[in-house]
Nanobody, 126 residues
Framework: QLRVVESGGGLVHPGGSLTLSCTAS????????IGWFRQAPGKEREGVSCINRFNGNAYYLRSVRGRFINSRDAAKNTVYLQMINLTPEDTAIYYC???????????????????WGQGTQVTVSS
């Protein structure tokens, strides 16, 4: 069974940057789409970004567009979420997840993903 593991969370000041990593136990190119999600205290989990398993194109939540970059290293079965200009509103537990769906476009819906990591905490505070 596929496993995904996140790393790279931490505490950062407003305006700072972090890069999260998500490493899969199997080959992801052409096989699995990878999504990044986050859940803030008292809020529902939301899709932040996903990456198409065929062409590597990424989708972004509107509030992070222009600040987050989702990329993958096929040779390492790893997906990265580069986050810049972070704000306190970005504070949350960040999860990566994998899905194997027939659709070509990646999904930002929680219910479409079957394989979840344990999450990594991102705290943006002065």
């Amino acid at each position: 069974q596929l496993r995904v593991v996140e790393s790279g969370g931490g505490l950062v000041h407003p305006g700072g940057s972090l890069t999260l990593s998500c490493t899969a136990s199997e080959v992801i190119v052409d096989n699995y789409e990878i999504g990044w999600f986050r859940q803030a205290p008292g809020k529902e989990r939301e899709g932040v970004s996903c990456i198409n398993r065929f062409n590597g194109n990424a989708y972004y939540l509107r509030s992070v567009r222009g600040r987050f970059i989702n990329s993958r290293d096929a040779a390492k079965n790893t997906v990265y979420l580069q986050m810049i200009n972070l704000t306190p509103e970005d504070t949350a537990i960040y999860y990566c997840a994998a899905a194997r769906r027939p659709e070509a476009d990646c999904s930002s819906a929680v219910e479409d993903y079957n394989y979840w990591g344990q999450g990594t905490q991102v705290t943006v505070s002065s």
